[in-house]
Each structure stands twice: as structure tokens, then as C-alpha cells.
């Protein structure tokens, strides 16, 4: 890997008064042209030439152009590594590939960075500092790095209604992901709200195992592309749009819920609709909280980016995706804009001055990255009853936590990674174990597990709590530190 040495060259130095001098330095803070210099690099550890915030098709596309052209590229991988397209099942616009899974794509988008030296890390970012050069962020691993420019790729989050039983009943019947919890609708019906192309995924992913499916559109007409709107056509009789309903309420029996409250907006009809369950398909906001202050913003939240550059008012600083883009809002669109992005950050680093000498300089000095472990995953499988009965309800003494997977469940297999590096955060009084749903049937059946993931929480061998949904790392931590407390 090479490393790296930083100085501004002439060129650079007029881009960044440029870039800086209209008025944003003083409003959010960020460093003056003087603050790029060698010195400042020979204090600092941990330092890398970009960092990468988020691992969905933006962050890893980025990596791709600066791996390749040799600048030292860490990816922190975020609560949803691989980002939304995981949570989708086939693709088939992503260019040059008919047809592919999601998560398909991802995977092979993350080999590729690899291949070239990309280094992932699983962790968050909770903190991120641009006033200063080098820039610095704060991971929920505690870990702080140093970097000499930074590409923000932290995507979208999906939107929820904010009302009465929403939150009551997330996990419990009330959920974003269709094909997570499609084959647990044998025999069951379920409502999907929202009037776009996720709305129509999403109810084409549960009618394949529900019973029936309604989409609840606010307005007279859905604003999904025809094609989309073509294939509910197709299978009319499983599938019914009503239009003009929103939805007041989301009711439940205090386990599971039951059905939801909707009125008519043109005739102000209230009424109940039954339903085993409700998916959220309203959309999606962009994860900028962590920026706000530093980052001019759209009053929606979306960075803004200059041009058709992918920086930001912050030199060093670019972002790529759904943090910026509101207008097309596709994978391969997110892909190219980090292709951008990647190439703006090698452009900034060279601008700078970044050489072989100075990097052999700081190698000497013993200064500069210290790699993080890649530990191997530390989850026990659990594949059978007696295995389970002897490690979880035989444990007399301390805690065990449960994952139920399955390998079609993208939240599942998002929630894997993020179970398994929390699993390092403690040592012998919390016992961690994976279970895969598709396989130990008998474990999943004796337990009564209605769905995936569901992560179960056992205290000197008897079971006392159950979380029936994705969970960040620290929610995950809190969850257990609540039960080692107590
Ligand atoms: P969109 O923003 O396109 O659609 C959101 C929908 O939710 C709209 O119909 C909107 O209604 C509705 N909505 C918003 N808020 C509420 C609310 N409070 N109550 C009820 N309804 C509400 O988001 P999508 O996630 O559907 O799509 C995002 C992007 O991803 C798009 O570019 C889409 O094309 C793409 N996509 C592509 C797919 C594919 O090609 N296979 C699959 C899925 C997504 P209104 O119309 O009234 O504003």
C-alpha cells in the first residue's frame, strides 16, 4: 500500500480560496488554506488518505478509483453494510447485469474494492469533526481516525408514518422489509403503504406467500413508473390498490397487530381494515444528522455539491449517493457519483501533494495507520435442539444472545455483522450464538420463532426478552447492558 505525504501545491491552493472564501469558512467552520501542511500530518496516528463513511454502492464505488490509484482507503461500513439495495430482492437495471440479487451485487462490488486494497471496517461513525485538517471522525467502537479527505456515502434511511402504534408494533407485524418477512405471510394478509416503485416491489414480494395484499395510496394515483404498475395488473386478485387512504392509526391486539385505521381523504370515511400485517413504503430520508452545522444542506437534508463535482463546501470533503442526490435516486446513479467522488479525492490528495518521500518519512517515524484486526467472526452456530438446549437453557450462570437468520433475509444478514463485532465488545459473562432459521427448523418450531431476524435474550438459561428487529450497534449494546444490570 502506499503511503502518503501531504503539502498544497499552487494550483490547489487558488481552488481551495476558491472553494472556501464565500463566506461558508465562518458559517460552518471549515479549515483555512494555511491548515493543509506536512507538519500538521507528523503529529497525528491513524491517519488515512480517505475515508469512506458508509459501504452501500456510492462508498464502495469511490474506494474502487482511489484503492486502485494507491491512496491508503478505509471504508467504515455503517449499520447497513451494503446499504438498501441489500434489502431488495433482484435487480434488473443495474447496467451490465440482466438480473441480479442485491445483495449479489454488493458482495461483489465489496471483493472488488478489496481486491485493490480497500479495508473495511465494521463499525459506525458517531462523530465527525471537518473544522481541522486532518479531518477527524469518532467511531461507536471508539476507535478515532484522522483522514486526509473523507467521502460521505451514508445513503438513506426509509421514512415511518409517526403514528399512534407505529412504533408499539415495529417488529410485531409493522415492518420496511417485504422479502425479510414474505414467507412468514402463508395464509396471512398484509397492507402496503405508499404509491411508488417500493410499494409495488413490496407487495409483489409478500403476494408470493400471502393470502392477500392491499396498497394503501394517499393520493388518486400512484406515482410508480407504468412498468411497475403493469405487473400488479398481472396478478390481479391477490393484489388490490385503494386510492385516497391515509392511514390514522396502526391497531393491535398488545402482541401482534391486527389491523390499521385509514380515512377516506376525498368522502372523511373512517374505517378499519383488518391485517396480519403493515410495510412501510413511503420513502426514504438521506442519514445527514451526524453533518448538520458542518455541511451546507437542502432544508431536506441532502448535502450540498458543487457543480458537476461531487465536493462539498469543505475542501477534502465529497459526498456521493443518496446523502446528496433527491432527484434520481438509483443505485447505478449512486455508483457513478462515488465513482466521482473517488476521483475528486484523488484529485484533492495530489492537488495537495501527496508523494512516495514523504510517506516513506512518516513510516520511519513509526507514524501513520496501525490496520485494524479483521477478527474472524466469533458467533457459535447452533444447528440442532441438544446443541441449544446444552449452550443456552444449560447455561446456569451469565447471559446468551440468540440471532435467528436465514440466508434470503437481507436485514438478517445485515444484523450478522453487526451482532458478531458487538459479540468483541464483551468478554466471558455474554455468550453470543447464531442460529439459521432455514436449517435448525426444530430450534425455530420449539421456540415458537414467528420471524427473521429475531435475536433472543437468555439469563442464567431462561429466556427473557425477544427483539424481533434490526438493531444498531449501540441499541444492540444497550439492549444486553440493560439485562447485565439488572
Ligand atoms: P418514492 O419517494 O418514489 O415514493 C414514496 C411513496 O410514498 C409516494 O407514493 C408517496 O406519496 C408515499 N408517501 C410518502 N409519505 C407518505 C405518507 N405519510 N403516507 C402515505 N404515503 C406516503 O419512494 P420509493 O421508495 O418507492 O422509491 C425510491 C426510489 O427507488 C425511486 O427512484 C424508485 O424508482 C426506486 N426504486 C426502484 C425499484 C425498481 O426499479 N425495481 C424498486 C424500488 C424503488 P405521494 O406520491 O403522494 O408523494
Known sequence: MRKSAVMISGGAAVLFALIVGFGFRSQCGAPRRSSFSLSSIKSHKQVVDVLIIGSGPAGLSAALYTARSRMH???????????????????????????QLGRSIMSSLENQARRFGAE?????????????????????????????????????????????????????????CAICDAPFYKKKDA?????????????????????????????????????????????????????????????????????????????????????????LAIGHKPNTDLFKGQLPMTPQGHIHVQGRSQATLVPGVFAAGEVEDDVYRQAGVAAGDGI??????????????????????????????????????????????????????????GIAVVDFYAEYCPSCMMMLPIFSSVSKRYSDDVHFFKVDADQAKDIVRYLNVPKVPALLLYKDGKLVAKEMKTMSRQELSQWINSYLAS
Open 191 to 279: 397492507i402496503v403503504i405508499g404509491g411508488g416503485d417500493s410499494a409495488i416491489e413490496k407487495a409483489l414480494q409478500l403476494a408470493a406467500f400471502a393470502r392477500h395484499v392491499t396498497i394503501l395510496v394517499r393520493k388518486t394515483s400512484m406515482r410508480a413508473a407504468p412498468v411497475m404498475q403493469e405487473r400488479l395488473d398481472k396478478i390481479s386478485g391477490k393484489i388490490d390498490v385503494l386510492y385516497n387512504y391515509d392511514v390514522q392509526r396502526i391497531i393491535g391486539d398488545g402482541d401482534q397487530v391486527t389491523g390499521v385505521e385509514v380515512r377516506n381523504n376525498k368522502t372523511g370515511e373512517v374505517k378499519t381494515l383488518e391485517t396480519d400485517g403493515v410495510f
Open 73 to 99: 482507503t478505509l471504508i467504515i461500513a455503517g449499520d447497513k453494510p451494503g446499504g438498501q439495495l441489500t434489502e431488495t430482492t433482484y435487480v434488473e437495471n443495474w447496467p451490465g447485469s440482466e438480473k
Open 340 to 397: 466521482k467522488a473517488g476521483l475528486d479525492a484523488v484529485n484533492f490528495l495530489n492537488e495537495i501533494g501527496l508523494n512516495q518521500q514523504f510517506a516513506d518519512e512518516l513510516d520511519n517515524r513509526g507514524v501513520y495507520f496501525d490496520a485494524f484486526e479483521s477478527e474472524p467472526d466469533a458467533l457459535t452456530l447452533l444447528s440442532s435442539m441438544s446443541e441449544f438446549a446444552k449452550h443456552v437453557e444449560g447455561m446456569s450462570k
Open 120 to 176: 473495511i471496517l465494521q463499525d459506525s461513525v458517531v462523530g465527525a469533526d471537518f473544522s481541522k485538517w486532518p479531518y477527524t471522525v469518532q467511531t461507536e467502537d471508539g476507535h478515532t481516525i484522522n483522514a486526509l479527505s473523507v467521502i460521505i456515502t451514508t445513503g438513506a434511511h426509509s421514512v415511518t408514518l409517526g403514528i399512534p402504534g407505529e412504533k408499539e408494533y415495529w417488529g410485531r407485524g409493522v415492518a420496511v
